[in-house]
């Protein structure tokens, strides 16, 4: 076999291997993010079954609590299997994870009602809701970063930007599912029996996830770092030593991130039922077709920021999003369908500016040996703050201002800032991935210092 033919088949080989990479994070994405929004969807009869109260402003508050004590649980995923995958490499820690998230999804759809077992039901909820968080937490940055280094580096943001996208695609697919539940079902069997269906098909989901997981390559650039010895022993600790800087930088970026996210999937549905008052079917189907608008600006963004940059794609979308957000709020609140539909495509497509772009980030401000805790620590924590209490935040703030804009001048504001430090953001789309610290023989580091060399632990 000739030296030319020996390389096609090499390099078919390796497309291959891409892809299926990608697939993988796609799916991982996928049950990450359903698993998440689901649970928004139903929440007026999760709010009715579990937390049953004569007060619906107080029924449906709890309700968005249980949603937020899913997030307290990430910073500690973000350490467990950001520190494993340093450790030991992302593939078997991204299989464990999905079957534990897929597993307590399907948990909370057989669990019993309030008026079964009582105060215990709730508990049970917040358990499970409570072990999604943990495998959550591992999950976007270890998936992703698996994408990145896996990816041809003229390709690195447009491919984490497409993954994450699929992040997108849960929400629009648990929309209408839930939506022809209830249609089909009626809303006596819905409340009934029929929530639990969408629960169930999570850990099916899971199971396909894990299947494809299982046969994915682990890494190059972590495969690179442990034939050179040079793993990091105590990566978190490596973070806050070397990497303050970049922490830093990762956790406003994704402060940004966590609230736009979980304001269009995990609040705004409810926003349109309850403080709006359009219908159900309005609602989810408003969603739907705004949350189309953000994954076809996602993998734009990503592809735009391999040719321009990282940095001026998120200060495009930084800065946009936070004029975007009053209006796309006064057109969501009008009352109709058409203007729900606008306000919030408006809004989806800006934030999904600014979403293609950020995942990539997240990884390249970090080397190789750190890469999944940093990354994770970051995002979780951001995510803990503006993310898991999006909808509790935006259900008070109408209540106590009855205004149904206060959640979009909170909105305004934190993209505002998120802008600001965009514009300080150091370039990352042209450094290799595996730096000075990872090995020896690594691609000198083209990205300017974040901050002093120290020495490596």
């Known amino acids: 076999m000739s030296d030319i033919t020996m390389q096609s088949a090499d390099g078919r080989r390796a497309g291959r291997g891409q892809r299926r990479v990608l697939v993988s994070a796609a799916i991982g994405q996928f049950v990450e993010f359903y698993d998440f929004v689901v649970y928004a969807y139903v929440a007026s009869t999760l709010a009715t079954l579990f937390f049953p109260s004569h007060d619906r402003f107080a029924s449906m508050l709890a309700t968005f609590a249980v949603y937020a004590v899913g997030f307290g649980m990430r910073p500690l995923g973000g350490l467990l299997f950001g520190h494993l995958g340093d450790r030991i490499g992302r593939r078997g820690v991204l299989a464990a994870i999905i079957l534990l998230m897929g597993g307590s999804t399907a948990v909370i759809g057989v669990l019993p009602t309030y008026s079964q077992i009582g105060f215990v039901a709730p508990l049970l909820l917040i358990a499970a809701r409570l072990v999604q968080g943990l495998s959550v937490g591992g999950e976007a940055i270890g998936s992703n970063a698996l994408v990145a ?3 041809p580096d003229h390709r690195r943001g447009a491919n984490v930007a497409l993954a994450y996208a699929f992040g997108v695609i849960p929400a629009v697919f648990a929309a209408l599912f839930v939506l022809a539940l209830n249609n089909i079902l009626g809303d006596a069997a819905f409340e009934s029996w029929g929530w639990r ?6 850990g099916v989901i899971s199971l396909v996830g894990l299947y494809i997981r299982r046969r994915v390559s682990e890494s ?8 050179t010895e040079r793993v990091a022993k105590a990566p978190l600790v490596s973070v806050f030593q070397e990497h303050r800087r970049a922490l830093g930088f990762a956790f406003v970026m994704a402060s940004l991130s966590g609230l736009g996210f979980y304001s269009l999937t995990g609040y705004f549905p409810s926003y349109l039922t309850e403080s709006v008052k359009l219908s159900a079917t309005d609602a989810l189907v408003s969603n739907s077709i705004a949350l189309t608008a953000a994954f076809i600006s996602m993998p734009l963004a990503g592809l735009l920021s391999d040719r321009i940059g990282r940095r001026p794609v998120l200060v495009i979308g930084a800065g ?11 057109l969501a609140s009008s009352g109709s369908i058409g203007t729900a539909i606008a306000g919030q495509s408006l809004l989806a497509f800006t934030l999904g500016i600014f979403f293609g772009g950020v995942g990539i980030v997240w990884l390249e401000l970090f080397p190789t040996r750190t890469r999944y805790s940093g990354a994770a620590i970051g995002l979780n924590a951001a995510y803990v703050i503006f993310g898991g209490t999006a909808p509790m935040f935006g259900t008070w703030l109408v209540g106590v201002t009855d205004s149904l804009l206060a959640p979009s001048v909170y909105l305004a504001v934190l993209a505002t800032v998120v802008f600001l430090v965009a514009c300080r953001l150091p370039e990352t789309h042209r450094t290799s991935l595996l730096r000075t610290e990872d090995s020896d023989h690594a691609t000198p580091d083209l990205t300017p210092e974040l901050e002093p060399k120290k020495a490596t632990p």
């Open 320 to 330: 946009t999003s936070a004029l975007a957000a009053v209006p796309a709020y006064v």
């Open 197 to 202: 269906i969408p629960f169930l098909l999570g």
């Open 220 to 227: 190059p650039a972590f495969e690179a770092v442990r034939s």
């Open 149 to 151: 280094e896996h990816a």
